[in-house]
């Protein structure tokens, strides 16, 4: 039997091509530089190779297609998606430059960019997957890479704990993942996400029966991806992992593992397992609902930034799922574009997964500023902020206001076009859950804020000097400003999310 193969189309993974060359040339510089220009060198061509891959991707604008016979796509989705998680990488390079040359005992910086560039590679992967086993290696590639970065203060015990645990319960939920989709393939016959949808919406035919296998591996994909995005009640590595790791990790972790797991979520429940929305869109409401309250409740308590930070990303995880609970598109919405089918539910997520990072991103870098300065974690260590640096303070600030969502912030028009999204599907009762529990979480972002100003300060910072980290947290405030009053771009690209990617003439071509 001869095999006909044509080309892969490598241009349209192009910005996945260079980060892939970014984390080999990373290692060959670590490998044979002068340990003396170890920090520039390797600080520059990671800044450098992700903003040329962030310049590959806006070429890719409005390109729909697909290669490697339907495994790799490039649509709204993998732009968006890849959009959010190349920023992610570049704010954290710039959070985490100063912090591993310098503290938690001079940690080898060029293996951290490897690790980093690793798993920016699996996220980017995950969200262009147009098949089930490219959804799976994307997905562990980026967490094998986070579970080592959290690890990576290994001289301090919460570091190594935190990431065995995280370890331990991501390989548990990797297990339930890889089981749902070995269901679903037995289902369906294919691995091909759109191959299953064409499958079980010639199968149901709208009749209401279902093929109980489906609805097991809908149960243990939605299990298998709630432990990656930290939902609750698969969020119980979160806290002890974000509490260890080092801040620039726990600011990274934060958003790209979550972002590759909501890019997964929905490649798998939107555009294969759509024509099932009725039977997931319920399940996806009542988890958007208790991790709202469980994130927002338990962080009321926390006395320490990092573990509070924990629970509210558990909280945000919560509205994000309140985009996905909206999605209105059904068995035809997939491949036919938001405008087509009225559905705002999932621009709604890719907009807020994209203030988001701004926002967390931003916290996390003012707890790695401030510990440059001899603080800690705790409250305490942010009394009277605004007296002896208010320009940090006043940075501190702008993303506690805008993780609650208020005007004229970015994160309150993510919240505002997540809520319009759940009462134009109907789901009043959540779009005031919303409401309610971002007034709940008023109340730890503003005490954060109250002790800056309010409070006497404890102890005098020591002068150092962080320019890449200062010049980071600056741009995360501007963005925090002025993304939302101009938003407009970002929400149409967003709603392009789901335009058609010609998967059959591309297998016919041999791509």
Same mark, same amino acid.
């Given at each position: 039997? *001869? =095999?006909?193969?044509?080309?892969?189309?490598?241009?349209?993974?192009?910005?996945?091509?260079?980060?892939?060359?970014?984390?080999?040339?990373?290692?060959?510089?670590?490998?044979?530089?002068?340990?003396?220009?170890?920090?520039?060198?390797?600080?520059?061509?990671?800044?450098?190779?992700?903003?040329?891959?962030?310049?590959?991707?806006?070429?890719?604008?409005?390109?729909?297609?697909?290669?490697?016979?339907?495994?790799?796509?490039?649509?709204? =989705?993998?732009? #968006?998606?890849?959009?959010?998680?190349?920023?992610?990488?570049?704010?954290? $390079?710039?959070?985490?430059?100063?912090?591993?040359?310098?503290?938690?005992?001079?940690?080898?910086?060029?293996?951290?960019?490897?690790?980093?560039?690793?798993?920016?590679?699996?996220?980017?992967?995950?969200?262009?997957?147009?098949?089930?086993?490219?959804? #799976?290696?994307?997905?562990?590639?980026?967490?094998?890479?986070?579970?080592?970065?959290?690890?990576?203060?290994?001289?301090?015990?919460?570091?190594?704990?935190?990431?065995?645990?995280?370890?331990?319960?991501?390989? %548990?939920?990797?297990?339930?993942?890889?089981?749902?989709?070995?269901?679903?393939?037995?289902?369906?016959?294919?691995?091909?996400?759109?191959?299953?949808?064409?499958?079980?919406?010639?199968?149901?035919?709208?009749?209401?029966?279902?093929?109980?296998?489906?609805?097991?591996?809908?149960?243990?994909?939605?299990?298998?991806?709630? #432990?990656?995005?930290?939902?609750?009640?698969?969020?119980?590595?979160?806290? /002890?992992?974000?509490? &260890?790791?080092?801040?620039?990790?726990?600011?990274?972790?934060?958003?790209?593992?979550?972002?590759?797991?909501?890019?997964?979520?929905?490649?798998? =429940?939107?555009?294969?397992?759509?024509?099932?929305? /009725?039977?997931?869109?319920?399940? *996806?409401?009542?988890?958007?609902?208790?991790?709202?309250?469980?994130?927002?409740?338990?962080?009321?308590?926390?006395?320490?930034?990092?573990?509070?930070?924990? !629970?509210?990303?558990?909280?945000?995880? &919560?509205?994000?799922?309140?985009?996905?609970?909206?999605?209105?598109?059904?068995?035809?919405? #997939?491949?036919? &574009?938001?405008?087509?089918?009225?559905?705002?539910? *999932?621009?709604?997520?890719?907009?807020?997964?994209?203030?988001?990072?701004?926002?967390?991103?931003?916290?996390?870098?003012?707890?790695?500023?401030?510990?440059?300065?001899?603080?800690?974690?705790?409250? /305490?260590?942010?009394?009277?902020?605004?007296?002896?640096?208010?320009?940090?303070?006043?940075?501190?600030?702008?993303?506690?206001?805008?993780?609650?969502?208020?005007?004229?912030?970015?994160? %309150? !028009?993510?919240?505002?076009? $997540?809520?319009?999204?759940?009462?134009?599907?109907?789901?009043?009762?959540?779009?005031?859950?919303?409401?309610?529990?971002?007034?709940?979480?008023?109340? %730890?972002?503003?005490?954060?804020?109250?002790?800056? !100003?309010?409070?006497?300060?404890?102890?005098?910072?020591?002068?150092?000097?962080?320019?890449?980290?200062?010049?980071?947290?600056?741009?995360?405030?501007?963005?925090?400003?002025?993304?939302?009053?101009?938003?407009? /771009?970002?929400?149409?690209?967003?709603?392009?999310?789901?335009?058609?990617?010609?998967?059959?003439?591309?297998?016919?071509?041999?791509?």
């Amino acid at each position: 039997m *001869i =095999l006909d193969l044509q080309t892969p189309d490598f241009g349209i993974a192009l910005p996945q091509v260079i980060v892939f060359g970014l984390a080999i040339a990373l290692v060959l510089l670590d490998a044979f530089l002068d340990k003396a220009k170890h920090f520039a060198w390797l600080t520059g061509l990671s800044l450098g190779g992700y903003a040329a891959a962030m310049v590959a991707l806006v070429g890719q604008d409005g390109e729909n297609k697909s290669t490697f016979s339907g495994m790799f796509v490039a649509d709204g =989705l993998t732009v #968006f998606f890849s959009l959010i998680i190349l920023s992610a990488a570049v704010l954290s $390079v710039m959070v985490a430059a100063s912090y591993i040359e310098r503290l938690e005992g001079r940690m080898p910086i060029g293996e951290f960019y490897v690790l980093l560039a690793f798993s920016v590679l699996g996220a980017l992967l995950t969200t262009s997957a147009g098949d089930l086993i490219m959804v #799976f290696v994307g997905i562990e590639l980026s967490s094998l890479a986070t579970y080592v970065l959290t690890a990576f203060a290994k001289r301090r015990l919460s570091s190594v704990e935190g990431a065995l645990k995280y370890f331990l319960l991501g390989i %548990f939920a990797s297990a339930i993942l890889v089981y749902g989709m070995a269901w679903i393939y037995g289902s369906s016959g294919t691995t091909n996400l759109d191959g299953i949808s064409r499958h079980i919406t010639s199968q149901i035919g709208g009749e209401d029966f279902r093929e109980p296998s489906l609805l097991l591996g809908l149960l243990l994909l939605v299990v298998g991806l709630g #432990f990656k995005m930290a939902a609750v009640p698969f969020h119980m590595w979160t806290p /002890d992992a974000y509490d &260890g790791a080092p801040t620039p990790v726990t600011a990274f972790m934060s958003v790209v593992p979550k972002a590759a797991a909501f890019a997964a979520t929905v490649r798998v =429940l939107v555009q294969a397992l759509g024509p099932l929305r /009725d039977d997931w869109l319920n399940l *996806i409401a009542v988890l958007a609902l208790i991790t709202m309250a469980f994130g927002n409740i338990v962080a009321i308590s926390q006395r320490n930034v990092k573990r509070m930070l924990a !629970y509210s990303s558990i909280a945000h995880t &919560g509205y994000m799922l309140v985009g996905l609970a909206a999605y209105q598109g059904g068995q035809t919405g #997939f491949g036919t &574009g938001a405008a087509e089918t009225g559905d705002q539910g *999932i621009p709604s997520l890719l907009y807020y997964m994209l203030a988001y990072t701004f926002m967390n991103i931003g916290a996390f870098a003012v707890v790695a500023w401030l510990q440059h300065r001899g603080a800690g974690m705790t409250l /305490d260590d942010f009394s009277g902020l605004a007296t002896t640096n208010p320009l940090a303070a006043a940075a501190m600030t702008v993303f506690m206001v805008s993780l609650m969502g208020v005007p004229p912030l970015l994160g %309150f !028009y993510a919240k505002y076009y $997540v809520i319009l999204a759940a009462i134009d599907a109907d789901l009043l009762w959540l779009a005031l859950s919303v409401v309610v529990l971002s007034a709940v979480s008023a109340f %730890f972002y503003l005490r954060v804020v109250a002790v800056m !100003y309010f409070n006497e300060p404890d102890v005098q910072p020591r002068a150092t000097t962080t320019p890449l980290l200062n010049i980071g947290i600056a741009a995360m405030v501007v963005a925090n400003i002025v993304l939302g009053l101009f938003s407009a /771009d970002l929400t149409d690209l967003a709603e392009r999310w789901s335009d058609p990617v010609d998967v059959e003439a591309a297998v016919a071509d041999g791509r």
